[in-house]
């Protein structure tokens, strides 16, 4: 039998933390004393990441306000001077805000500088984090001394706060740099074919400078119109004045196309596909390994000697207050039939002070309560760990499981709500309301509207309303309250159902005072309702259910997706305004420019950016800076805006939208592309549930479950354990054989996440 010793207040705050470190995949690397660990614990809390967010939101919103301010009605500098005249807010106003978020985030930086364990050289982030504040700070200063316009570049570094404070945003841009050589490797092909074209094109179609084209006139024109050619923005313009004279040299552009657009293009993303699936899923595993390591340190930290108690904690933290002690004062033992084990009472009560969704504590303490380990008191430590391993999806079932009734005397009305001919029944009734509506409409469009309450289509709308109603009450009799609105398809009948329920009181309402034009209204908003209905028969189709969770599932991650391009964004339209803000294009802002020779109005010229009307799309500010760039990221018409920029400035500055459309078209599109086709395809083998958001869903998309488990190696884990100091030596004795046999078991010959990534990222 083995005595347990006392459990300090210091203990519990770090296995609490240790388990709030392991739900949010954080590092151990941080300071563990008492007083650092409430401040750690602090910026952890909901209220500090609102701050942070907020001030790293209004700090790049202020792009939005700055001189020169989007604050107008419209950008096109050829409309009426009060359609463009912008609200400019004093100079002090916007600096002064920007000041004090700076130094918010200096403070930020400060403490995340003091928590961490490792020096800043060995934390690549922190030591951005250090440079980018640096900077932004020396800059923002000169500019406010010199008013040097041409310093604003610092603005570049805003994205930087916000990716650097999500885990699955950095990374992304790790998995983005390690793919680079095997994408570069494509570009060099596709640069390659384009220079192998572009100088075959300077040698075919050299006859024909006098007919009119300047396609290839020399190299840079035709390297930019093949360029052009493979996003077929000029097709078939750039082949036209060729093909007119001889149809043989159509087989040039044709095979031109198939190589680089059809061929190149479908590598690229085969390949970005492909590496950046593998480096990702290297980096999800290092979260999951992270993770085994927290929990473990918990179970280490509650395990030690002298850290344990057999009384419940709360009690023991107030008798730790009282006394000012650090250990607390506990006569009462409980002896141990072994060494490694933890108190089930104990853990319930850590639970009970870490900050994790509510659902998630209800569903361990009922695991906890099903369990045979409830029974004896004790966990051991893997069961401590698979306990928050795969919580998130261990909830997901658990709480699917949850959804229905358990009474008796609902099995018939459940049998009813799931018997195919009480769907088939809805699903035709919600077909004949929308296709009686639809003659009505086509026969007399505008007689309908002004008809009264006794309508036949009318009438018919209000049984079948009715009978909606009563089918979503029988529904949530039948499945639960719960299942019922979590289930999208209910949840979209219901909703509708009330709107039409509401809009018909409403007619009726405004049929009783006489309001014709209400009553018009109102019965438009019926009808368009109605219309919508019909969403329920694709809702039918299971094939077609899958696709609508996956669009519906993406689109709450699409935060995480579209931030790195919000970033890059952010960054070419700061740039984009300093490189040609107006002053640097007057022949775009002058109506009536004229072409190189001085005799042809550019406005006259078909095709042309004056031509075409395209002066709203500039960089005159910040909002039609975005604009412009989201214009060139279609790439419909692109060359028309780079050539209108280009006259001005040069040929030189065509590399700022080549290297905008490398960046954004070819690498960050194709990344946002492969991480939707891997998403559908993980949807569509029914893996994800709509309960799992956020990190959780990227570690449940590219990690299988049996996977998670075999994260970390015991001899991996040990290590990290020691390397941050929540363990000695002493406390861990593990002997060759079972770490040999451990470490061939975990990693196997040739496959396996340990043999994949190598050595654990903790």
Not at 291 to 308: G, H, I, K, S
Not at 498 to 526: G, P, Q, S
Request: aromatic share 14%; charged share 20%; with cysteine.
């Amino acid at each position: 039998m083995t005595v347990t010793p006392l459990l300090s207040k210091h203990s519990v705050l770090r296995a609490i933390v240790y388990v709030e470190n392991a739900l949010a995949y954080k590092s151990l690397f941080h300071r563990s004393d008492f007083v650092c660990l409430k401040m750690y614990r602090f910026m952890q809390s909901l209220l500090y990441r609102i701050l942070y967010g907020t001030t790293v939101a209004i700090l790049m919103l202020l792009a939005f306000v700055e001189h020169p301010s989007s604050l107008s009605k419209s950008s096109d500098f050829t409309l009426n001077a009060n359609d463009t005249r912008s609200i400019d807010l004093p100079f002090g106003v916007t600096h002064s805000i920007e000041f004090f978020c700076i130094l918010l985030l200096i403070a930020d930086f400060s403490c995340r500088w003091y928590l961490s364990e490792l020096s800043i050289k060995r934390n690549k982030w922190l030591l951005a984090y250090a440079a980018v504040n640096t900077i932004h700070f020396l800059l923002f200063w000169m500019f406010i001394g010199t008013r040097w316009y041409s310093l604003r570049v610092y603005r570049v570094c805003r994205p930087f706060y916000m990716i650097q404070n999500s885990s699955i945003m950095k990374k992304m841009l790790k998995s983005i740099r390690k793919s680079m050589p095997e994408v570069a490797g494509v570009l060099s092909v596709l640069f390659l074919n384009l220079v192998i074209f572009g100088l075959s094109g300077l040698i075919i179609f050299s006859y024909n400078k006098d007919g009119g084209s300047n396609y290839f006139d020399n190299i840079t024109s035709a390297l930019w119109s093949l360029l052009v050619l493979i996003t077929t923005a000029n097709n078939p313009d750039v082949m036209i004045p060729y093909y007119r004279e001889n149809r043989i040299v159509s087989f040039f552009f044709v095979v031109f196309i198939w190589l680089a657009t059809y061929g190149l293009m479908n590598l690229l993303l085969a390949v970005i596909y492909n590496q950046f699936r593998q480096n990702f899923k290297v980096s999800v595993l290092d979260m999951v390994a992270r993770r085994q390591v927290a929990l473990r340190a918990a179970f280490e930290v509650l395990t030690q000697p002298a850290q344990r108690t057999s009384s419940k904690i709360s009690e023991s933290l107030e008798a730790a207050n009282e006394s000012d002690e650090d250990l607390i004062e506990d006569e009462s033992y409980i002896s141990y039939p072994k060494p490694n084990v933890l108190e089930v009472s104990l853990v319930i009560e850590v639970i009970n002070q870490t900050r994790i969704n509510s659902g998630y504590k209800k569903y361990v303490f009922a695991k906890l309560e099903s369990s045979e380990n409830f029974q004896t008191d004790y966990l051991d430590k893997e069961d401590f760990i698979k306990l928050f391993l795969d919580i998130e999806t261990d909830y997901a079932e658990w709480y699917a499981a949850q959804c229905e009734y358990s009474d008796v005397g609902i099995a018939s009305l459940r049998a009813i709500a799931n018997n195919k001919f009480f769907e088939l029944v809805g699903t035709l009734l919600a077909v004949i309301n929308t296709g009686a509506l639809l003659i009505v409409i086509s026969e007399k469009p505008d007689e309908h509207h002004k008809r009264s309450g006794d309508d036949v289509v009318f009438f018919l709308n209000i049984v079948i309303t009715i009978y909606f109603f009563l089918e979503q009450v029988l529904r949530i009799l039948s499945f639960g309250v719960k299942k019922y609105f979590s289930t999208f398809r209910y949840c979209y009948d219901c909703l509708l159902t009330i709107v039409i329920i509401i809009l018909m009181i409403t007619f009726y309402i405004h049929k009783l005072r006489r309001h014709v034009e209400a009553m018009d209204n109102t019965l438009r908003l019926v009808n368009l309702c109605i219309c919508l209905r019909i969403v329920r028969v694709l809702l039918q189709v299971k094939k077609l259910q899958y696709v609508l969770g996956t669009y519906l599932t993406l689109i709450r991650q699409m935060q995480v997706y579209l931030g790195i391009l919000i970033a890059l964004v952010y960054v070419f339209a700061i740039i984009g305004m300093e490189l040609f803000e107006p002053k640097y294009t007057k022949l775009i802002h002058n109506m009536n420019a004229t072409k190189d020779n001085g005799t042809v109005l550019l406005r006259e010229e078909c095709g042309t950016y004056w031509n075409l009307g395209y002066f709203s799309l500039n960089f005159d500010d910040f909002f039609a800076s975005i604009v412009t760039l989201f214009t060139l990221m279609v790439v419909n018409n692109w060359h028309v805006i780079v050539d209108a920029f280009t006259r001005d400035r040069g040929s030189l500055y065509i590399i700022y939208f080549i290297v905008w459309w490398v960046l954004c078209v070819l690498i960050v599109l194709n990344v946002i592309i492969a991480l939707i086709l891997d998403a559908f395809i993980d949807r569509w083998d029914s893996k994800n549930s709509s309960l799992i958001s956020d990190v959780n869903f990227h570690v449940n998309q590219f990690v299988e479950k049996s996977e998670r488990a075999r994260a970390v190696s015991e001899t991996e884990l040990v290590n990290a354990l020691q390397l941050s100091k929540v363990i000695k030596n002493k406390f861990v004795v593990l002997k060759t054989d079972q770490l040999a046999e451990e470490n061939e078991e975990i990693a196997g010959p040739s496959t396996g996440p340990t043999a994949v990534r190598g050595s654990v990222n903790i």
